[in-house]
């Protein structure tokens, strides 16, 4: 039984510390010339600021990505490879899974679950990378925005905080 199957409950199981819930819908629509346009809203109100998701300082967090898809192309998260992610880089795109911050949870279809453990005593930016295939495997370009990781909440692994 993974981590989420918790997330609706009042309390954790011991051994598990509380975790918030970011819930992000990204939508997937065409341009003009066929190519597939990315954009997400946050969901959960205080956790957003511009085009970033927010994760403020004290706690660690569930983040919920809901995949909208109005391509017609059957896109869906890539479950072998659904997000990369790297701490603190100008570069964009990261091409792998290079942050301790992060960690997968669940991958379907249409919902990817991540926790982001948001530890470290100052704010830092955690670039990642949502990655998409369409129902037949086909790599779809992949959506790359931003977390601002608060800092503060829980180490993997340690129990205690920063």
Known sequence: ?????????????KGIPHLGKIEVEVTAKLDASGKVKWSHE???PGHSDGD????????????????DDYTGRNIRFDASAPFFCKDDTA???PSSMDSEQILVESCAE????????NY???????????NFVTDIGEHVDPYDPIIINGGGGVAPGTGGSF
């Not at 403020?56 to 995949?67: H, M, N, R």
């Not at 249409?110 to 453990?117: G, N, P």
């Open 1 to 13: 039984m993974g981590l989420f199957s918790w997330l609706n409950k009042k309390k954790p199981p």
């Open 120 to 130: 470290g005593p100052s704010q830092k930016e955690l670039r990642y990378q949502l």
């Open 42 to 44: 946050v969901k959960s």
């Open 110 to 117: 249409d919902e990817l679950v991540v926790i982001d453990w």
């Open 52 to 67: 970033k998701i927010k994760a403020p300082k004290g706690e660690g967090y569930w983040i919920i990505f809901d995949l």
């Open 91 to 93: 570069d964009p795109c």
